[in-house]
């Protein structure tokens, strides 16, 4: 009888070895004339286990990791094809505490099934949403939408099904949408994760979005930083026009949609909606004056459904279970589930997605372990390097659009970068201003201009003589990037310095009460 093995296909676990991993697995079977099917599944999110190999067992999967090529003979003659145990097994894989506490929705087929097999789509519940979707007309599958809750998962947190709604009742002869996938904010991967583990559950989240909108085209804006997801993309876009989910008829339906990848040239502010239009239609990435919004008037000037890849990945799930059990999850306003990444100084990096609620104090220790040092924790900061810097006596804060906006920061796209107590915010802040000012299109003065002369003010306190007038400066300069930013470039980059200053003031050479404006 044949055995399977799964050995991840992620490009996390393969910059940690996986590929050999799965090669010294075949040469091993075939020494040995075994019978062995080996699947490249995507990642479980795990990644301190990658690469983490499973086997098919009468119980379900066992997981072993980290595996090296080394450890496979004694793998093999311990009888892990059978899940005997070994100093590498991690149990079954369903029964892992990180995996098991987790509300797996988006990512409910992660690490399950063979990314490029249409029919382990098909068979693990894929198209469900879609079939649904062409049996509604456009407004119902809008409202299913706008009850479900769902915030755009990019960053914004803007109601999604307002943005599907406006775009399907724009007067229009062609309608795109467009899957933002410039994934460029520090500590973030989920987006990857699905372009690379679970393509087809994209795919179809933007084919609903389509058939919603009365789309005929559809663009996946993906950064030149991942090829591995490019290849991905492209034989799943390929599988799926073969089998008809794709091209004229769609399923079978009176729907076209077309679906095609473009990849960017490698630049931050492109993640904004409109720089990544502008990119897309060949030009120099730079954000467009609004209104008119893209939902009205974006690529080409047509009306353009604009998503980032966890929301319209999402869309599937809300199809076939309906809006209203897709709101059961979360609380306020702040509904269903987020993919949270866990990166930094943090003993287990990688992905959990829990109903929005979950505390950072949860998911730092309870999910990632603490620091990987061992040192005191001191800061963590959520939403990229925009995101604001939370002491550890704040980490009682829930994961939250409004928490997070009532105490000065942004959810973003569910990055958590974790420090510890070696960390200067200090430089950090600076940073930040440094890297606001590589970033920036430049089409805005208080983007273009204010981020260098923000880390000059910070080296100017940093320095210490004059200190309290480069204070005040600061403060104004703060002000302006905030509220005169074209665009979140600009405008949030103040948010993680004044964070920082207020937090942690003595990093600075100041007391608490000289920042106490900083909030």
Same mark, same amino acid.
Not at 125 to 144: D, F, H, N, Q
Not at 334 to 347: E, F
Not at 486 to 497: I, K, Q, W
């Given at each position: 009888?044949?055995?399977?093995?799964?050995v991840p296909?992620?490009?996390?676990?393969? +910059?940690l070895?996986?590929?050999?991993?799965a090669d010294a697995i075949?040469?091993?079977?075939?020494?040995?004339?075994i019978?062995?099917?080996?699947v490249r599944?995507?990642?479980?999110?795990?990644?301190w286990?990658?690469?983490?190999?499973?086997v098919?067992t009468a119980?379900?999967?066992?997981?072993?990791?980290?595996?090296t090529?080394?450890?496979?003979?004694?793998?093999?003659?311990?009888?892990?094809?059978?899940?005997?145990?070994?100093?590498l097994?991690?149990?079954?894989?369903q029964e892992i505490?990180?995996?098991?506490?987790?509300?797996r929705?988006?990512?409910?087929r992660m690490?399950?099934?063979?990314?490029? +097999?249409?029919?382990?789509?098909?068979?693990h519940?894929?198209?469900r949403?879609?079939?649904?979707?062409?049996s509604?007309?456009?407004e119902?599958?809008?409202?299913?939408?706008?009850?479900?809750?769902l915030?755009?998962?990019g960053g914004?947190g803007f109601?999604?099904?307002?943005k599907?709604r406006?775009?399907?009742?724009?007067?229009?002869?062609?309608?795109?949408?467009?899957?933002?996938a410039?994934?460029?904010?520090?500590?973030?991967f +989920?987006?990857r994760?699905?372009?690379?583990?679970?393509?087809?559950?994209?795919?179809?989240?933007?084919?609903?979005?389509a058939?919603?909108?009365?789309?005929t085209?559809?663009y996946?804006y993906?950064?030149s930083?991942?090829?591995h997801?490019?290849?991905?993309?492209?034989e799943?876009?390929g599988?799926?026009?073969?089998?008809?989910?794709?091209?004229?008829?769609i399923?079978?339906?009176?729907?076209?949609?077309?679906?095609?990848?473009?990849?960017g040239?490698?630049?931050?502010?492109?993640g904004?909606?409109?720089?990544?239009?502008?990119s897309l239609?060949?030009?120099?990435?730079?954000?467009?004056?609004?209104?008119?919004?893209?939902?009205?008037?974006g690529?080409?000037?047509?009306?353009?459904?604009?998503n980032?890849v966890?929301?319209?990945?999402?869309?599937p799930?809300?199809?076939?279970?309906?809006g209203?059990?897709?709101?059961?999850?979360?609380?306020?306003?702040?509904?269903?589930?987020?993919?949270?990444?866990?990166?930094?100084?943090?003993?287990?990096?990688?992905?959990?997605?829990?109903?929005?609620?979950?505390?950072?104090?949860?998911?730092?220790?309870e999910y990632g372990?603490?620091?990987?040092?061992?040192?005191?924790?001191?800061?963590?900061?959520?939403?990229?390097?925009?995101?604001?810097?939370?002491p550890e006596s704040?980490?009682d804060?829930?994961?939250?659009y409004?928490?997070f906006?009532?105490?000065?920061?942004?959810?973003?796209?569910?990055?958590?970068?974790?420090?510890?107590?070696?960390v200067?915010?200090?430089?950090?802040?600076?940073?930040?201003?440094?890297?606001?000012?590589?970033?920036?299109c430049?089409?805005?003065?208080?983007?273009?201009?204010?981020?260098?002369r923000?880390?000059?003010?910070?080296?100017r306190?940093?320095?210490?003589?004059?200190r309290?007038?480069?204070?005040g400066l600061?403060?104004?300069?703060?002000?302006?990037?905030?509220?005169?930013s074209?665009?979140?470039?600009?405008?949030?980059?103040?948010?993680?310095?004044?964070s920082?200053?207020?937090?942690?003031?003595?990093?600075?050479?100041?007391?608490?009460?000289?920042?106490?404006?900083?909030?």
């Amino acid at each position: 009888m044949s055995a399977t093995v799964y050995v991840p296909r992620d490009s996390s676990a393969l +910059s940690l070895g996986a590929g050999r991993v799965a090669d010294a697995i075949v040469a091993e079977a075939g020494r040995r004339k075994i019978d062995l099917r080996l699947v490249r599944n995507g990642s479980r999110g795990m990644f301190w286990l990658e690469p983490m190999v499973e086997v098919e067992t009468a119980r379900g999967r066992a997981a072993y990791g980290p595996v090296t090529p080394a450890d496979v003979p004694a793998l093999f003659e311990a009888g892990f094809l059978a899940g005997a145990r070994h100093r590498l097994g991690l149990g079954l894989t369903q029964e892992i505490g990180y995996l098991k506490r987790q509300e797996r929705l988006t990512f409910a087929r992660m690490g399950i099934t063979d990314p490029v +097999s249409l029919e382990d789509y098909i068979a693990h519940g894929g198209y469900r949403g879609l079939r649904r979707a062409l049996s509604m007309p456009a407004e119902k599958i809008v409202e299913e939408v706008v009850e479900s809750g769902l915030r755009g998962r990019g960053g914004a947190g803007f109601p999604a099904g307002i943005k599907w709604r406006t775009t399907q009742q724009a007067p229009a002869r062609q309608k795109y949408v467009v899957c933002n996938a410039d994934e460029g904010d520090s500590g973030t991967f +989920s987006d990857r994760m699905i372009m690379e583990g679970d393509p087809f559950v994209l795919i179809e989240g933007m084919t609903i979005s389509a058939v919603c909108a009365g789309a005929t085209q559809g663009y996946i804006y993906l950064r030149s930083e991942y090829p591995h997801a490019l290849r991905t993309l492209n034989e799943a876009i390929g599988a799926a026009c073969k089998r008809g989910y794709l091209g004229e008829k769609i399923a079978g339906a009176a729907h076209t949609f077309n679906l095609e990848v473009r990849v960017g040239a490698g630049a931050y502010v492109c993640g904004e909606e409109t720089a990544m239009l502008e990119s897309l239609e060949g030009k120099r990435g730079m954000v467009r004056y609004k209104p008119p919004v893209p939902a009205i008037s974006g690529l080409f000037g047509q009306p353009t459904i604009v998503n980032n890849v966890v929301s319209l990945a999402t869309v599937p799930i809300i199809l076939e279970r309906g809006g209203a059990a897709y709101k059961d999850y979360g609380m306020g306003r702040s509904r269903g589930t987020l993919p949270i990444q866990l990166a930094g100084n943090v003993k287990h990096p990688g992905l959990v997605e829990k109903a929005f609620g979950a505390t950072l104090r949860e998911l730092v220790y309870e999910y990632g372990g603490g620091t990987w040092s061992g040192r005191r924790l001191r800061a963590v900061q959520v939403g990229g390097p925009l995101g604001a810097y939370f002491p550890e006596s704040m980490l009682d804060l829930p994961m939250d659009y409004e928490a997070f906006t009532a105490n000065k920061g942004i959810v973003g796209h569910g990055g958590i970068v974790v420090f510890d107590d070696t960390v200067d915010l200090a430089r950090q802040a600076r940073w930040a201003f440094e890297f606001c000012a590589i970033e920036s299109c430049g089409k805005c003065t208080p983007c273009r201009i204010g981020s260098t002369r923000g880390a000059e003010v910070l080296d100017r306190i940093a320095r210490g003589p004059g200190r309290k007038a480069a204070l005040g400066l600061l403060r104004d300069l703060c002000d302006t990037m905030t509220y005169g930013s074209l665009c979140a470039l600009g405008g949030l980059t103040p948010l993680p310095v004044l964070s920082a200053l207020r937090h942690f003031p003595e990093d600075f050479g100041l007391s608490r009460s000289d920042v106490a404006w900083a909030g």
